[in-house]
């Protein structure tokens, strides 16, 4: 039973063919990326994987489960968790609240227990957990402040946190590095590594930036006009002639 | 077990303002305290109407759902011949399956296509009561509620809640039982996620919140309490008719909630309070009155969205900006 499967994997939007026939398989530990150039059909392949899109044909399986065509909460809830491209986050909560509520699959809030029950978001021991993963990740300087009130770069980080905060097995990162700068970006890729290493989760990210992709991930799939071009470590991906081809002119940072 | 977390100046308004309910009946006139208990039903519908807020789904069907309390309660009471303790919690339920239907076809739909839909299926229900004379009485609508009582005349355990007094209590239980219910929500987890829903649907759907599953509970739970005042208000005027339950006191609903706001718990509390004292003011406007209560929403949405509640943080906010200017200059 392989860990996270795609097979076949197509998604039309009219006569339009996003994604074509696509496969890939990440093992379990792994921190895999998915590059393409513009327009290459790679969000529309984080949102089939994530279930946000339902595919034309083809499937995708989490440990041994189908996926394709659950709702994202269900897939979450096997473990499969995503983040978002933009800064996706309950703007009108703290950090620390932020994080609590992304617990909540974990946690046995039920309508009874919150009546009757302990149930109560400002308890320490809901809290605990919560603090830990801020810890964890570097965030308890900003453990108070609203949410909103965060640069982007810790916007982003906070989506991360909350997505760690479910506790899976995989994690799916929409463009984790997008519209950050130098220093933004390394705190970022040490988190990810931190992520893996330290509580092994799976990886995999979805990203447009060549540099980071290149020095986090062990493994990268190439697509380009909704079809995989290439897979391989990132050493086969840089002499690779069919990718230096599909991103010349595009983007020269293959290096 | 209940178990409150409150701070201590929370605590001691609460008691206050309970106190002063308690005492009320001996301070004003009987046709005031008819007019407080009616307030009371009130915030137990606005406070039950902003539940369903927190998850952003605001409908137009809350007036209906109390009216469906308040058909149940004439319909068990007086054609079964039920007690009331038999009557309210089967007008709660019924209510709350009836809130199921709505909100099972209503969870597909978003934003501005739920309130409208919502609209809908709310007055596909009034014209059932008004179409129906069996059991709904049609037009006329169901008279002659039974009076509330507790044990039979002579008993020594004997009440009788005709009294505005004891109703006025009866309700006033009933009032802190559902604002308890309500506050422990709101401070809950589950009510927690159930915000996050509002501020980002699809944050929440990813760190694994149901939301759809989440809407529909939200719509249960809301109606169940709207059910309550609904059956509180039959047993008080004692008959009911379709034109009780028109657009009209959806708006007022509505008013209350944007007056006062419905991101703290406090909102709808200021909302129902601050406009039922206009209410009554403005009583020898007559028919002028909906036309000023119309002005007030839309300069309340103009002026002061997010209603009375964001009112000290914005004059915090002011006096910090002039101290600061004064600071400059």
Known sequence: MSFFLVENLTKKFGGLIANNNISMEVEKGEIRGVIGPNGAGKTTFFNLVSGFYRPTSGKVSFKGNTISGLSTNKIARLGAVRTFQRAALFTDFTVLENVSIAQHMNTNSSLLNAIFGHDNHREAESLERAEEIIEFLGMQQERDTMADNLSHGLQRQLGVAMALATEPELLMLDEPVAGMNSGEKAVMVGMIQKIRDKWGVTVLLVEHDMRTVMNLCEKITVLDFGQKLAEGSPEEIRSNPKVIEAYLGADDSVT | ?329
């Not at chain 2, 919140?209 to 739970?221: L, Q």
């Not at chain 2, 909906?290 to 002005?295: D, I, N, S, Y």
Request: charged fraction near 15%; hydrophobic fraction near 55%.
């Open chain 2, 1 to 329: 077990m209940l178990k409150f977390n409150l701070s201590n100046h929370l605590l001691v308004g609460s008691l206050v303002v309970i106190v002063f309910f308690v005492v009320a009946p001996n301070l004003v006139s009987a046709y005031r305290l008819e007019l407080l208990t009616i307030f009371l039903i009130n915030v137990i519908l606005a406070q039950s109407y902003r539940l369903m807020a927190t998850t952003g789904d605001w409908t137009l069907c809350h007036y209906i759902l109390m009216g469906v309390g308040a058909y149940a309660t004439g319909v068990l009471a007086k054609m079964a011949g039920l007690p009331f303790y038999v009557v309210m919690p089967m007008a709660c339920v019924v209510t709350a399956f009836v809130s199921l239907l709505f909100a099972i076809p209503l969870s597909r739909t978003l934003g501005f296509a739920f309130f409208i839909a919502s609209f809908a299926l709310g007055e596909f229900v009034r014209h059932v009561w008004l179409k129906f004379h069996y059991p709904f009485g049609g037009a006329r609508g169901i008279n002659g509620i039974p009076k509330l009582e507790i044990g039979q005349g002579g008993e020594w355990y004997f009440i009788d809640f005709w009294d505005s007094q004891n109703f006025y209590y009866f309700t006033l239980i009933f009032t802190i039982l559902a604002l308890m219910i309500l506050f422990r929500i709101d401070r809950s987890r589950l009510g927690n996620a159930w915000k996050s829903i509002y501020s980002d649907r699809e944050l929440s759907e990813s760190i694994g919140i149901d939301v759809a599953k989440s809407r529909i509970m939200v719509f249960c739970v809301s109606g169940f309490l709207a059910g309550l005042a609904g059956s509180l208000l039959a047993y008080q005027i004692g008959s009911i008719d379709p034109h009780n339950f028109e657009m009209v006191e959806m708006v007022y609903l509505i008013i209350w909630c944007v007056v006062g706001g419905v991101k703290t718990f406090w909102g709808p509390l200021i909302g129902v309070l601050s406009m039922s004292v206009v209410f009554e003011l403005t009583r020898p406007l007559a028919e002028w009155r909906p036309a000023l209560f119309g002005l007030i929403l839309i300069l309340f949405l103009v002026l002061l969205p997010g209603g009375l509640e964001t009112l000290p943080a914005r004059i915090r906010a002011m006096l910090n900006k002039t101290s600061k200017q004064r600071e400059a200059g």
